[in-house]
């Protein structure tokens, strides 16, 4: 794809931002019923409106392309293009009323992730980022900050009691080896690694629809984004990221990772 195919496919989801934002604005403060997924995690009516919101959109603009969406069944999982979608990424903070909740948006390219957006739509902001162009943030361009040691990093994870016994001494000494530590800011913490206000991110148990849409972000902002391995995500890739603004700290922190 080319620079202009990346625009056009910017402005798409542009308009499915503007579509979903508005509609979580309009019904996310009115009542809504809530269910507990099989794997323990909730899911609202308000998460699948917004979903079938978005899809209704691509499959107008884009008939052609792939649909894999959190809430609902995949369409076409196998096309070239195809969408992933996170209506609510963040429904317990969405639950308690925290406004660091967002939608995520990413397009894949034969399952690798080429553009991505993080909207917030309680705060209106909104970061976006393809292949081989600037992250913007509300048209902006923001960047990663430099951070060459973990003992001087923030550090950042959705919620310890997303790990499990197997995962725990992972963030047991994540914790130790960085400066500062916050918790609980779902896609927005991510987005600020790569606004530069955070260093390194990472998680558990999240699945394509949580992370490929920040992997444009963060690494067109100058950061990286990988499983604690080292590979780049993909549709196929497993259930744990590491996002770092500095590729120095991602060095550092996949040793840790990997042992």
Known sequence: ????????????????????????????????????????????TVDEAVEDCI?????????????????REDTNADAELAWTIDPIDGTLPFLAGFPVFGTLLGLLH?????????????TRERWIGWDNAPTTRNGSQVRTRPCAELSQAMMSTSN??????????YLERMREATK?????GSCMAYAQIATGRIDIGFDVAFDIHDYLPLVPVIEGAGG???????????????????????????????????S
């Open 55 to 71: 899809r209704e959109i691509i499959a107008k603009a884009h008939p052609d392309h792939g649909i894999l969406g959190e809430e």
């Open 180 to 184: 500062l530590n916050v918790y609980g």
């Open 224 to 258: 990286i984004v990988t499983d604690w391995q080292g590979n780049r995500l993909t549709k196929s890739s497993g259930d744990r990221l590491v996002a770092c603004g500095d590729k120095r700290l991602h060095e550092q922190a996949i040793e840790i990772f990997s």
């Open 110 to 122: 034969n399952g690798v992730p080429v553009l991505g957006a993080i909207d917030i739509p309680l």
């Open 160 to 169: 310890p009691d997303f790990y499990n016994e197997q995962d725990r001494p």
């Open 1 to 44: 794809m080319n620079a202009q195919d990346f625009r056009f496919f910017a402005d798409s989801a542009a308009t499915m931002l503007d579509a979903s934002g508005s509609l979580i604005r309009e019904i996310g403060t009115k009542p809504f019923d809530t269910e507990i997924k099989g794997d323990g995690s909730p899911v609202t």
